[in-house]
Structure formats: structure tokens, C-alpha cells
């Protein structure tokens, strides 16, 4: 079956701590996104990427980069300057250019301090 | 600015239809989809409209109206596994087609 895998499902850092969220995705889509969703809050759009070896910054860049060496993988590292890292974190991939297109999502991780 | 308002709780009663409003102000509009995301999961799609007019999927349907910036979700016959929050997204060309959220609607389903 074809999809968008996280993980790890849940993760905690500490202090100063840089960490590492991973999506891979086996639907053959060109586009990826992670996005943030903090609790009773719609989704936040961090980077995305609309190929290999490309991506873009969203609204929420500072304190997170990411990369994306392989079509089927786009990891985001949660830095140590991102000070409110705490939320959920949704990785998201799309195929196709019409705007009817969906975007499909993974489980999503869930990132909290120690 | 650019900006998505939807109510962000309703409740409504198992058989029942209910309406989710979302209105929006974007420079460069392109489409307007909704998802459902129950609680801890992932949000799924349910429907996209780029024009006016209503779109029937099952017992979800989605209308819009561009002129007035305005979309809404119908949900008939409602189950309790209905019980979700509800986002609408406006694909926004200005921002290079990718997609501006509200912060959701909870729908709350009562027996």
C-alpha cells in the first residue's frame, strides 16, 4: 500500500538538543511539505519541496531546515533555535499539478521539551 | 493580509445536517479545499471547488462562492464517526500555489 510514513510517532528533546523528524513517502508524488499544528490551531506551513534537490522556505522557516536528496525522503531537523519547538508535526506530499489534487499526509510526529 | 475565518466549534445531532462556513481573504485565489482530521490523526481530503457552485461527494458536499469569499462543508445523515475537526485551505497563487489553513471547526455530534 502507498503512503507517507513519520516518525518516530512521539519525540522529546532537551535543551539545546538539535532533532532529527523523519517522512518518507512511497506514492511516487514530486511535492513535500512539513507543516506544524499547535493544539486547537490550523496548519502552519514550515518548508516545502516541489522536487529533488529543491525546496523553499514557508511561513515558519526560522529554527527548522530541512533536505531532500531522494524523491521518496524529506527529513526536518528541529534546531536548537527553534525555542517553542513543542507541537505536532505533519509531513504531507502531493502528485500531479492541477489544484484538485490533494494533499496526503502522514501520522505525524509529536514533539515535546524535556 | 491573507486570512481564513470558520467557526470553530459546532454541534449538531447524529442524523442530522450540518453546515461548516469558511470565509477568506487572499490576494490570489485559487481553490478552496476542505479536510477532516479526527483527534491525534491526519487530516484527509474530502473536497476541492475552483469554481462557483456545489460539488456532491457521498453525504459531504462543498459549495463556493467567489464573489462573496465564501465556501461552505454540508455533512447529511451524520454518524458519530463523523465527530472531527473540519479545515478549510484556500490554494493561493501569491503564495506560489501552496496552501493557507483556518484554524479548524470541531464538530461535536450528540446522540
Known amino acids: 500500500d502507498g503512503g507517507i510514513t513519520q516518525s518516530p510517532k512521539y519525540l522529546f528533546r532537551k535543551e539545546g538538543q538539535n532533532v532529527t523528524l523523519s517522512c518518507e513517502q512511497n506514492l511516487n508524488h514530486d511535492a513535500m511539505y512539513w507543516y506544524r499544528q499547535d493544539p486547537g490551531q490550523g496548519l502552519r506551513l514550515i518548508y516545502y519541496s516541489q522536487i529533488v534537490n529543491d525546496f523553499q522556505k514557508g511561513d515558519i522557516a526560522e529554527g527548522y531546515s530541512v533536505s531532500r536528496e531522494k524523491k521518496e525522503s524529506f527529513p526536518l531537523t528541529v534546531t536548537s533555535a527553534q525555542k517553542n519547538p513543542t507541537a505536532f508535526y505533519l509531513c504531507a506530499s502531493r502528485g500531479g499539478q492541477g489544484g484538485k489534487q490533494p494533499q496526503h499526509f502522514g501520522d505525524g510526529t509529536r514533539l515535546s521539551i524535556l | 493580509g491573507q486570512s481564513l475565518e470558520q467557526p470553530s466549534e459546532v454541534t449538531a445531532v447524529e442524523g442530522a445536517i450540518v453546515q461548516i462556513n469558511c470565509t477568506y481573504q487572499?490576494?490570489?485565489?485559487?481553490?478552496l479545499s476542505w479536510y477532516q482530521q479526527h483527534d491525534g490523526g491526519a487530516p484527509t481530503f474530502l473536497s476541492y471547488?475552483?469554481l462557483d457552485g456545489l460539488e456532491e461527494t457521498g453525504r459531504f458536499s462543498s459549495f463556493l462562492s467567489r464573489s462573496d469569499s465564501y465556501g461552505y462543508l454540508l455533512l447529511q445523515e451524520l454518524q458519530m464517526k463523523d465527530s472531527a475537526s473540519y479545515f478549510c485551505a484556500v490554494r493561493d497563487m501569491d503564495s506560489n500555489y501552496q496552501l493557507i489553513w483556518g484554524a479548524g471547526t470541531k464538530l461535536i455530534i450528540k446522540p
Open positions: 471547488n475552483a
Open positions: 487572499t490576494s490570489g485565489f485559487y481553490g
